[in-house]
């Protein structure tokens, strides 16, 4: 059996990414490959997936197969259930612990220039995409906040340094998202709803 397709039955099985560590872990001690073989394979199977509407993404926790975003407009009929929906204030809060962390919500507010809503900072931890990664050391010893490597995986990142620009994020805030190449078709940046208060 080749290892690219055992690799990709594993990462079809495992809905999730998987990192190298775990892929290795598939084979009994005798047959386990070389890192350098499994970077082999992996290449490999990336070739495969050229041409084909699926792709191999690494992102921060591995690798994963993925549906390429361009089919988006057709897949999402398959689901009932709406993509959820973010207020501008949710993204602009996302997108300051993401470029400036960490940081405090008394500094994200500072730089927002309104106050930050206790659901916003509720729903980032709930999804995990931010983390509470230690506390400043002034008066009240307010939380630093940071974003996750599941907040990675989401977007379809390998790391913080793969962000757009800071322009080109706030020019995307203020217009609509068509899926490109790029971006996954599970991880959509979401769009504005008309409940939640921008605060």
């Avoid at 010893?141 to 379809?156: E, I, K, Q, S, V």
Wanted: proline share 9%.
């Amino acid at each position: 059996m080749e290892l690219k397709h055992i690799i990709e039955a594993a990462l079809l099985a495992a809905g999730r990414p998987l990192s190298q560590a775990e892929l290795l872990g598939l084979f009994g001690e005798r047959e386990q490959p070389g890192p350098e073989q499994l970077q082999a394979a992996l290449a490999a199977l990336a070739e495969d997936c050229q041409g084909r509407p699926v792709e191999l993404k690494q992102v921060a926790t591995g690798y994963r197969l993925q549906v390429r975003a361009i089919f988006s407009p057709w897949l999402s009929r398959l689901f009932e259930e709406r993509p959820a929906r973010y207020s501008r204030a949710l993204l602009e809060t996302l997108a300051i612990i993401a470029y400036r962390q960490p940081v405090t919500r008394g500094e994200i507010e500072d730089i927002r220039g309104v106050a930050v809503n206790t659901g916003i900072v509720r729903t980032l931890l709930d999804r995990n995409w931010v983390q509470t990664v230690g506390h400043k050391e002034v008066p009240g010893r307010p939380a630093l906040l940071a974003t996750t490597r599941h907040f990675l995986d989401y977007f379809g990142l390998k790391s913080l340094s793969e962000l757009p620009p800071l322009q080109a994020l706030i020019d995307r805030l203020d217009s609509p998202l068509e899926p490109t190449e790029q971006e996954p078709s599970h991880a959509h940046i979401p769009t504005i709803p008309t409940t939640e208060p921008d605060a």
